[in-house]
């Protein structure tokens, strides 16, 4: 009898990685919440090269290339602050039984005291996906919003490969539309193939681990991980059906095509929070 259990166990795993897209990698920027007041204290960043939907598989992370943050009140002029010496390195142990390399950033709240946008970008090392037989880079933003006072949420940050929003990441409600434009090194990039993906169990920076349950079980594997078209001008459209983080990837827009012998995949992602209505 425990045989078959494990047979049927080992079965299940096999079924569960069959039905996760090859290219459903997410470069996670994870704030907690992107909607802050001015004495909510610290800030913890978390960074996780992970299949958000469905926790696992989570890969190693090298040493990320580049951290920043862009922060601007109003119309004030924006001030880029390098933050790469905050990187901890940490052991993400996720729904796998062995930790993968991970990061996470914590900033003081002086740090985060000031009202208006903080445009946080991560470079990562490109990742040797071993299936695939290629790497995969990810420049990914995550915006903060302190006190509710604008800035500069709609700038792009001149990344190889970048999705401009054209409403606020931070400001949606549940039901809402988030539109942006791919871009690869500031032009749009026409019917770029985009991937939609949502944080599905909360990561936990105490316990290294997702923690609760699933909030969306997907009836059919298309609705897990989904994939959509930008159009012409390289503009496209989600909708936010669910509380939480939603993250978008531009796949294979970046101008770089190869690393080190083998081919390149430079995506572009942005990390979006819908919020219920009370």
């Known amino acids: 009898m425990a045989r078959l259990v494990r047979q049927l166990l080992m079965i299940a795993g096999l079924s569960l990685a069959a039905t996760v897209p090859a290219q459903a990698h997410f470069q996670m920027l994870y704030p907690g919440s992107s909607l802050r007041m001015a004495n909510s204290g610290p800030l913890d960043l978390l960074a996780i090269f992970t299949h958000p939907f469905y926790g696992q598989p989570s890969m190693q992370m090298g040493a990320p290339q580049a951290f920043f943050v862009v922060k601007q009140r109003g119309d004030n002029k924006p001030e880029k602050v390098d933050l790469?010496?905050?990187?901890?390195?940490?052991?993400?142990l996720g729904s796998a039984k062995e930790p993968v390399a991970a990061y996470k950033a914590s900033l003081p709240s002086a740090q985060m005291r000031?009202?208006?946008?903080?445009?946080?970008?991560?470079?990562?090392?490109?990742?040797?996906?071993?299936?695939?037989?290629?790497?995969?880079?990810q420049f990914t933003k995550t915006i903060v919003n302190?006190?509710?006072v604008p800035g500069n949420w709609d700038q792009v940050m001149g990344l190889p490969a970048e999705i401009r929003p054209l409403n606020k990441p931070y400001a949606n409600y549940v039901g809402g539309?988030?539109?942006?434009v791919v871009l690869s090194k500031g032009r749009p990039v026409p019917?770029?193939?985009?991937?939609?993906?949502?944080?599905n169990r909360k990561p936990d920076l105490a316990s290294k681990a997702w923690i609760g349950e699933a909030q969306i079980n997907a009836p059919h594997p298309a609705l897990g991980p989904q994939s959509i078209r930008a159009d012409a001008t390289g503009a496209f459209a989600v909708a936010l059906p669910k509380a939480g983080f939603w993250g978008i990837a531009a796949l294979n827009v970046g101008p770089v095509k190869s690393y080190k012998g083998k081919k390149?995949?430079?995506?572009?992602?942005?990390?979006?929070?819908?919020?219920?209505?009370?």
């Open 114 to 137: 000031s009202l208006g946008d903080y445009v946080f970008v991560l470079q990562p090392e490109p990742y040797l996906e071993k299936e695939e037989d290629k790497y995969i880079q």
């Open 264 to 278: 390149l995949s430079q995506d572009a992602v942005i990390w979006v929070e819908a919020t219920d209505i009370k």
């Open 177 to 180: 539309l988030f539109r942006g």
């Open 191 to 199: 019917f770029a193939e985009v991937e939609v993906e949502y944080i």
């Open 84 to 92: 790469i010496k905050q990187l901890e390195k940490i052991d993400w």
């Open 146 to 148: 302190v006190g509710g």
